[in-house]
């Protein structure tokens, strides 16, 4: 059964820092991504970063490349993003996807993720 659980999320001010967690267990593929997508209310869900699992290629988001920086943990199969200079508009339901290493150019598409957390909220004030 896989399972993903995400932590880190709160309410911080412009200009702060969060890192949020996620921990994958029960994974079926033996190559496969990890990603960060978010949801602000009345938006749709959007890529925020992704990284491929054995290799460590990574791929962000324009909005969020040179703040957010996304690593993992192999040995514990959880994977961190760390969120700095937060802005307002970086306000949303983050969510956690895995799935069987997408090519290259769906590692932002939605579908190309099979399994996903149950999201954390992270708000920021200005």
């Known amino acids: 059964q896989v399972q993903l659980v995400e932590s880190g999320g709160g309410l911080v001010q412009a200009g702060d820092s969060l890192r949020l967690s996620c921990a994958a267990s029960?994974?079926?593929?033996?190559?496969?991504?990890m990603a960060w997508f978010r949801q602000a209310p009345g938006k749709e869900r959007e890529f925020v970063v992704a990284?491929?699992?054995?290799?460590?290629?990574?791929y962000y988001a324009d909005s969020v490349k040179g703040r957010f920086t996304i690593s993992r943990d192999k040995a514990k199969n959880t994977m961190h993003l760390q969120m700095n200079s937060l802005k307002p508009e970086d306000t949303a339901v983050y969510y956690c996807?895995?799935?069987?290493?997408?090519?290259?150019?769906?590692?932002?598409?939605?579908?190309?993720?099979?399994?996903w957390g149950q999201g954390t909220q992270v708000s920021v004030s200005s």
């Open positions: 996807a895995t799935g069987r290493r997408p090519i290259v150019s769906a590692v932002a598409n939605l579908n190309s993720y099979t399994y």
């Open positions: 029960g994974l079926p593929w033996r190559e496969y991504a």
């Open positions: 990284v491929r699992w054995s290799g460590g290629d990574t």
